[in-house]
């Protein structure tokens, strides 16, 4: 399959060989999945209760158990049989209930433990599967179309930059530009929509939410951390090709992110992966 290579104006400069079995690669959305959700539990904060929430007191059970009902003789008849505060305690606090989970300042039922493993693993083997079938997604049209994005004007497919056009993009401007005349005007509106939040989390620090915008990949991290500066006011994620994640490639874990290769980012893809 040949793929056309473009240039900051749209037009195409040459072409390069892909070969057809990077297209007809099986996509295991399911190895996605199972990526994106560990990278994400591998990040969660471990959060738990204070062991000793609910236990700084010196109650006890102070009844007496018999094998009959018939004989149960206990101290306070008809009382629940609670851990109960004794000693030298207050006479007010005498025998008041604590510790069990459905009392008055007892400790909480089933409360999460600081000491649970969110960590998860994966094969490297499956790892790899799972990078590769999320960007070759970003190649596939109909994947790239049944995700969401504003593609059905664009004017080339696979979008392969030449590798010196992104050293020319000095502004957000110029990259705006580059996209209308690429004919992704209705794909920058839709990825600059800034929705509120519904729910609680409008009152959590984030109450706006943005739909994942475009990805860049480059040879060169220098190069990202340039076009990272430049387009950082625009929904635009920047990555090199040594610093990419099934997350990244598939956000959600719905692979069809639509995504600019640069030239040589792209030869170094498939030299990485499907080199013979």
């Known amino acids: 399959m040949r793929v056309d290579v473009i240039n900051l104006q749209a037009e195409k400069v040459k072409e390069i060989e892909i070969s057809d079995k990077i297209l007809e690669f099986p996509i295991r959305e399911d190895l996605v999945l199972r990526d994106v959700l560990r990278l994400q539990s591998n990040r969660r904060q471990p959060y738990g209760a204070d062991p000793l929430a609910g236990l700084r007191t010196s109650a006890e059970y102070h009844g007496r158990r018999r094998p009959f009902r018939a004989y149960v003789t206990q101290m306070g008849r008809g009382m629940a049989r609670h851990q109960r505060i004794h000693g030298k305690a207050p006479l007010h606090m005498m025998f008041v209930a604590r510790i069990s989970s459905n009392v008055r300042k007892g400790m909480r039922a089933h409360a999460p433990t600081a000491e649970k493993i969110w960590k998860q693993k994966i094969n490297k083997k499956e790892k790899r599967l799972a990078i590769i079938s999320a960007a070759v997604a970003t190649l596939i049209k109909d994947l790239v179309l049944k995700r969401g994005h504003k593609i059905e004007n664009v004017k080339f497919f696979p979008i392969v930059l030449e590798s010196s056009e992104l050293e020319k993009i000095k502004k957000a401007k110029d990259f705006r530009e580059f996209l209308i005349k690429l004919g992704l005007e209705k794909e920058f509106e839709r990825i600059s929509e800034k929705k509120k939040r519904a729910g609680k989390g409008k009152m959590r620090g984030r109450r706006y939410k943005k739909r994942a915008g475009i990805l860049i990949i480059t040879e060169k991290e220098e190069i990202a951390k340039k076009l990272r500066k430049i387009l950082k006011n625009l929904n635009v994620t920047v990555r090199s ?34 080199a013979e």
């Open 241 to 274: 090709i040594n610093n990419l994640n099934s997350e990244i490639l598939a956000p959600g874990a719905k692979v069809g992110r639509l995504t600019i290769w640069e030239e040589n980012a792209l030869k170094a893809f498939i030299n990485k992966f499907f």
